[in-house]
């Protein structure tokens, strides 16, 4: 009888147990081990820091369900708006730019801004105190420390490399003398003001004689940009920036307080690591 109880019992486990089988429970929710294999395709970590990423997701969300947080579509949506409007962009052309530039799809564009909303306000929750705005001082420190981030070339000279499939445009990354068929190429000198912002924050980390990374077109393709020069650095204005710098820094600050308060919840959480991938 006890065996036949048993055998129920794992029977209804398993139809139960999520796709691809649990790997962790933390307060007796699960992820998954596919979760985590998807995490480490999208993040290049291993299956430990991807496991600790998503134990961290989980916990904010958890932590929000406790204390009512909710996010609903119109605020997002809100915030798509603002996101668009920041660079000077229609909404269509800012999920254009995030999906070419940086193969972001609408619903994971969605999911990431619903997921930083939802930080903003769990943040509003477990503050102690209002954090204070930069002052003019540690906005000129900032911008001192970080002036790469606030200068761009006037152009690009650039050779941009396009092919049906990733593992092709791989290829020839991994030997640029090799003659690899089913490649377009295309030089190109691109100004700066004729890019989307977006675009000309990945053309900017690609550095001179080096590739870029892999990129889908938004035709089917994809595509990388070989960086030959970039022409007359040009460092915008402190004052200019100024909103951007104190954006930043406060953000900086949030995360701070939100790690903190994480770290210490996790030390006190339940949370059980049954296998990695």
């Known amino acids: ?24 429970l933390v307060k007796n929710s ?8 998807q995490e480490m395709k999208q993040s290049g970590m291993d299956a430990t820091k ?14 929000a369900q406790e204390k009512k947080i909710s996010v609903t579509p119109t605020e997002v949506k809100e915030e ?17 730019a995030m999906k070419t530039a940086r193969g972001v799809s609408e619903g994971d564009l969605k999911a990431k801004i619903e997921e930083s909303i939802r930080g903003q306000k769990l943040y509003s929750s477990i503050a102690f105190s209002k954090m204070a705005q930069p002052t003019p001082a540690e906005e000129a420190e900032y911008y001192q420390l970080h002036l790469d981030e606030f200068s761009h070339p006037e152009s690009y000279d650039l050779t941009t490399y396009v092919a049906s499939s990733a593992e092709v445009l791989q290829a020839k990354i991994d030997d ?24 000309a924050q990945i053309l900017n980390k690609i550095e001179i004689g080096k590739f870029g990374p892999i990129l889908p077109n938004g035709k089917n393709g994809f595509m990388s940009f070989y960086m030959r020069d970039k022409q007359n ?29 994480f ?15």
Do not use: C
Request: zero cysteines.
């Open 1 to 24: 009888m006890r065996s036949l109880i048993l055998s129920s019992l794992l029977f209804t486990f398993a139809l139960s147990a999520p796709v691809g089988g649990v790997a962790v």
């Open 30 to 37: 699960p992820i998954t081990l596919y979760e985590i294999t």
């Open 50 to 63: 991807s496991a600790d990423a998503l134990i961290r997701k989980k916990l904010e969300q958890l932590e």
């Open 80 to 96: 798509m708006e603002r996101m668009a409007q920041q660079n000077n962009l229609t909404v269509e052309q800012f999920l254009d």
């Open 176 to 199: 640029p003398m090799r003659n690899v068929p089913d490649i377009i190429t295309k030089d190109e000198n691109i100004p700066a003001k004729n890019i989307n912002p977006q675009l």
């Open 233 to 261: 650095l040009v460092t915008e204005n402190l004052d200019t920036v100024r909103p951007q710098i104190s954006n930043m820094i406060m953000g900086e600050k949030r995360n701070q307080v939100l790690n903190d308060y």
């Open 263 to 277: 770290t210490r919840l996790r030390l006190s959480a339940d949370i059980k690591v049954i296998r990695l991938p």
